[in-house]
């Protein structure tokens, strides 16, 4: 929700850890009864989830960015590289001991600016020197101190501690090489009468001044320019100790009797190392000298025992630097050592973090599997229904062109929609006409209520017919029904007209007719009667009338037998 707010947020990962399989699995699939999220308010809800059967599942945008996994707080590596660990009423059912470990576990997965979030009976209880109260009352943490490797001795778990890599060349100073030379030949003038070698962070030479020949020896194969590579024998562990030194306190360090080997003889060197100020911000530069030691002037003759003592003291202090730099060594192994199982650890909780992706992949695999499944399935009956709809048009098409009848097609505001060909007998239409109102139309026909009739079909949906004439003189019987769809809404009219005009012809004949034979028994003077075949008078003629003093329209359907009684 907060995201919601920023412009541009950053990419979300969630890892929703358990150690219950059972659990995890009901998570993944992310679907809960309406029970189980009563307690949300009615935005939420419509917010992040969406209803599917008698469930509600969430919704996908939150189901991607969380990755599930099995994990033991006490067994397992942690996350690395976090910003937020939100461990609510889990460690109080853990021993003072157990919590302690976990502690020390989230110290080491949060980013320096992270905070922790505990339950409300939860506290960080004695390790207040690793974590801070942001709100006491709310149980929120930060971690505290940039350095965790006061921690390294008592985790088992991997951490977000990286390997320094001292391979990595930070960027150099050459942009202000003249300021670098120019400092350094300073100090070296003022100070020293010596061999110095400049070296930056990463122990790289960056120049030379003075006989350095004389202590150190170009390396032969891939070109290296690590000091350390470049030291005559004798003098590599002492160095080596020198410049850890320097760089843990930055105060210097002089390394003297050290015994090098020059022209096939052994001979004693001092070495200093000092660190300069900084050159420029995140570099510094150290500066190594390198000279003889002084030699001792000459004393006059002594005994046997007195020539030893010097020696003595020599191998003395000789045996005091080895011992010194061994467990110098030895300390680096252990550092290198720590750093190394660091390193493991973390590769480590990163597989762990590979697979629980690959799991998350494998599952989201599995939905676009399925996605694409009713895709297709869905396509299939898209085009099934694009077939169907095909047929139903070619059917209508060739309908309306075979059919011998004018029929008008009109819309609920009596725009064409469709007619067939034989409606241009009676109207002037073109297939351009679709679309137009009826009342733009010339008709070639007299039918002053075709508008109202429509219109008033629209309202009452019943049908409504008229006769008319065309202008050539034939007869039409013209109706108007209601124009349904499938779903049995009206969406305008169907206007018919079915061609009479030899109906009534016939029928003319016949009424000339009649009226002829009319005439003809109308003339006769004897007494004429028609009868049709159940003896029903059908007509008597004016002299029949005169004779029995009746009246036709009395005498005409009544049987022959009941005229005069009988």
């Not at 960015?65 to 942690?78: K, Y």
């Not at 110095?196 to 006989?211: K, N, R």
Request: aromatic content about 8%; glycine content about 4%.
């Amino acid at each position: 929700e907060h995201f919601e707010k920023i412009t541009h947020p950053p990419r979300l990962q969630i890892f929703a850890t358990d150690i219950s399989e059972k659990s995890l699995t009901t998570a993944r699939i992310g679907s809960y009864s309406k029970e189980a999220v009563q307690t949300l308010s009615a935005e939420r809800l419509s917010k992040f989830f969406h209803p599917k059967g008698d469930h509600f599942e969430i919704n996908r945008f939150i189901r991607e960015m969380i990755t599930f996994s099995s994990h033991n707080l006490l067994a397992d590596p942690p996350f690395s590289r976090l910003d937020l660990i939100t461990c609510r009423n889990v460690l109080i059912y853990f021993e003072p001991s157990a919590q302690q470990r976990v502690l020390e576990m989230f110290h080491f997965a949060l980013n320096s600016n992270g905070y922790l979030l505990l339950g409300s009976s939860e506290t960080v209880g004695r390790r207040t020197n690793g974590f801070e109260p942001v709100s006491q009352k709310s149980r929120i943490y930060r971690p505290i101190g940039v350095n965790k490797s006061g921690f390294y001795q008592n985790l088992r778990w991997t951490s977000s501690y990286s390997k320094p890599d001292w391979t990595a060349r930070p960027t150099q100073v050459k942009d202000s090489t003249q300021n670098l030379l120019r400092m350094i030949e300073q100090t070296i003038l003022s100070r020293y009468a010596w061999a110095c070698v400049a070296v930056d962070e990463t122990l790289a030479i960056q120049s030379f001044y003075g006989p350095t020949s004389d202590y150190l020896t170009q390396p032969t194969g891939e070109a290296r320019m690590d000091v350390l590579s470049w030291v005559k024998p004798g003098l590599y562990s002492g160095l080596s100790s020198a410049l850890e030194k320097v760089k843990a306190t930055g105060a210097p360090v002089t390394v003297d009797n050290i015994q090098i080997e020059r022209k096939e003889q052994n001979v004693l060197i001092e070495c200093r190392v000092e660190l300069l100020r900084h050159f420029e911000e995140g570099h510094r530069i150290f500066l190594v000298a390198f000279r003889d030691a002084p030699v001792a002037p000459a004393q006059g003759p002594t005994d046997g025992a007195e020539a030893t003592q010097p020696l003595a003291k020599q191998l003395e202090a000789e045996l005091k630097r080895t011992r010194k730099e061994m467990h110098a060594i030895i300390d680096q192994l252990e550092n290198a050592n720590e750093e190394h199982r660091a390193s493991h650890e973390e590769l480590l909780s990163l597989n762990e973090e590979l697979q629980s992706s690959n799991e998350e992949l494998e599952a989201t695999k599995e939905e676009l599997q399925s996605l694409n499944e009713e895709l297709v399935t869905v396509n299939q009956q898209l085009q099934d229904k694009n077939i169907q709809l095909s047929q139903a048009a070619s059917d209508l098409t060739n309908l309306l062109s075979s059919a011998e009848i004018p029929i008008i097609f009109l819309d609920r505001n009596l725009r064409i929609r469709q007619f067939t060909p034989v409606s241009t007998a009676l109207m002037r239409l073109v297939p351009s006409d679709i679309g137009r109102s009826i009342q733009h139309i010339k008709v070639r026909f007299s039918d002053e209520n075709l508008e109202d009739d429509a219109k008033r079909v629209l309202d009452s949906l019943s049908p409504v017919t008229a006769e008319i004439e065309s202008e050539k003189g034939r007869f039409y019987i013209r109706k108007i029904l209601p124009y349904r769809t499938e779903e049995n809404r009206i969406e305008g009219v169907c206007v018919t007209f079915h061609d009479i005009t030899e109906q009534r012809k016939s029928e003319r004949r016949v009424a000339d007719a009649k009226a002829y034979a009319e005439a003809i028994i109308a003339t006769v003077r004897t007494c004429l009667i028609v009868l049709n075949s159940k003896f029903e008078v059908v007509t008597v003629n004016d002299a029949f009338c005169d004779l029995f003093k009746v009246n036709r329209n009395q005498v005409e359907s009544t049987v022959l037998f009941d005229l005069g009684n009988g």
